[in-house]
């Protein structure tokens, strides 16, 4: 893994390999959480298909197809030896397109997006598996926390992306061990 002392930089490529393959997935044009969408906005009755509601799909699903095709390229980049900060941008921004996709799901869905049709615990066919939409909700929910959390993510970029000032640290010389504990 590393040395003795080296488990800080360790950690980084560690959370920046999960960012990567979080945020970085190129998934089939229309296909994933996007495709859970369209299905349930194609299955609604007439009466519920208004302008606005399918305004707020299309928003969802223009998003969905901006960070594909953001995918697309900063996979082309990485393979050319400049990863850049597309993996840190594309995990937040998948993160928040998940939560927003599943959620207007659940609002769909109307009164059936509360029903949870068993506890049972079982293992996904796919890491990101899910054998209901609601289950697929509450995992979404998720997103923002594994590979460093959106906040984390933020800080990241705005400092060393952007060179933004850093949050005051007191103790950022100092070994963790010798770090005070409460």
Known sequence: LGEPGDG???????????????????????SGPIAALTKTWQGLPAERKDAATLD???????????????????????KMGDPGPEG????????????????KVIDLMGADGMLYGSYEMVRPETAMGSD??????????A?????GTTE???NILGERVLGLPGDVRVDREVPWSQ????
Do not use: C, H
């Open 143 to 147: 997103n923002s926390i594994e590979g």
């Open 8 to 30: 800080w930089r360790v950690s980084l490529t560690t959370l920046m390999n999960e960012r990567v393959s979080i945020g970085g997935s190129i998934p089939a044009k229309g």
């Open 56 to 78: 707020e799909v299309m928003k969802l699903w223009s998003r969905s197809e901006v960070l594909r095709l953001t995918n697309i390229r900063a996979n082309q980049m990485r």
């Open 152 to 154: 984390v993510m933020k």
């Open 88 to 103: 840190s941008i594309g995990k937040m921004a998948s993160a928040d397109l998940n939560k927003d996709i599943y959620a």
């Open 179 to 182: 770090v005070p504990r409460n």
């Open 132 to 141: 209901t939409l609601q289950k697929a909700f509450l995992r979404s929910r």
